[in-house]
């Protein structure tokens, strides 16, 4: 599938169509709702959510990430 030639609105029906397909309808839905417009304050949620990890705790993960990528192939 060549996305670079879709339509924004063909993209759009074709990632709700994989959406559903994979989590079910209710679970797009809930999926979707994520996304809606919030009320947060999306700035002190990220620095809640990211408190206590540093640069090598992240980079430790992505090479983690890449040696099971690795391993299952």
């Known amino acids: 599938m060549n996305t670079n030639r879709m339509s924004p609105l063909e993209i759009r029906k074709k990632g709700l169509e994989a959406l559903a397909q994979a989590l079910g309808p209710v679970g ?3 999926f979707l709702q994520q996304f809606g417009s919030n ?3 999306y700035t002190s949620e990220r620095e809640k959510l990211l408190e206590g990890i540093t640069m090598d705790d992240i980079l ?3 090479q983690q990430n890449r040696e099971k990528r690795q391993s299952d192939t």
């Open 39 to 41: 009320k947060g304050d």
């Open 28 to 30: 797009m839905v809930r």
């Open 60 to 62: 430790a993960q992505v």
